[in-house]
């Protein structure tokens, strides 16, 4: 009767403890998701109360300066809102990114033609990538809402306010032009790949 080797056995143990070890991501992927649940809650509950502020903004009794101050804010908060739910978007992909990456595929999301390619994660480079893309809008929101609430008291602060445009308009084109070499790359790879076979 041939001995159980120890070492073998040692080594199994430990090698299948470390591989469920990886189920400690749930713990991410859980807060992840509640923390994108409490901003779309968040975010939607700013919305009706938006809704029912511009509800008076046709009240023929309100002045003129308040009409443009309820107008201001408003698109101030539609702004914010947008933010909250690019915010929310973020902790949601994330969370499915985690997921997919670390525990398994979501069947779901591969088997149906309606699922968005964006919730699709091959690899870790591709969840940094799609989370780039949706941290740059909410940056770019976020400038939105300042550029709104400032005060041109100077030609020097319509400079700085074109300047930051112009840096925006530069981080999408280096954003699109590297996603399109991307792409690229994988088509050469992928017609490599068939001509091999």
């Not at 070492?7 to 990886?22: D, H």
């Not at 809704?51 to 002045?63: F, G, K, Q, R, V």
């Not at 992909?93 to 994660?121: P, R």
Request: charge should be negative; charged fraction near 20%; hydrophobic fraction near 50%.
């Amino acid at each position: 009767m041939e001995k159980p080797n120890i070492s073998q056995l040692v080594e199994n143990i430990f090698e299948g403890a470390l591989w469920r070890s990886r189920f400690v991501i749930l713990a991410a992927v859980i807060a992840s998701l509640c923390a994108g649940f409490a901003i779309f809650y968040m975010a939607t509950v700013d919305v009706w109360y938006m809704i029912l502020h511009i509800l008076h903004y046709a009240d023929p009794d309100m002045s003129a300066a308040a009409r443009k101050a309820l107008h201001d804010d408003s698109i101030t908060h539609i702004v914010e809102v947008v933010d909250g739910y690019l915010l929310a978007t973020v902790m949601l992909i994330f969370s499915l990114g985690l997921y997919e990456l670390f525990i398994s595929d979501i069947d779901e999301a591969h088997g149906s033609k309606a699922s968005s390619k964006i919730l699709v994660i091959e690899s870790l480079d591709d969840l940094k990538a799609r989370l780039a893309k949706v941290v740059l809008m909410i940056l770019i929101v976020t400038l939105f809402e300042h550029a709104l609430k400032m005060d041109m008291k100077t030609p020097l602060d319509l400079l700085y306010l074109g300047g930051s445009i112009a840096l925006i308009g530069l981080a999408l084109f280096l954003t699109h032009a590297a996603e399109a070499h991307g792409k690229e790359g994988e088509y050469r790879e992928s017609e490599h790949h068939d001509a091999h076979q």
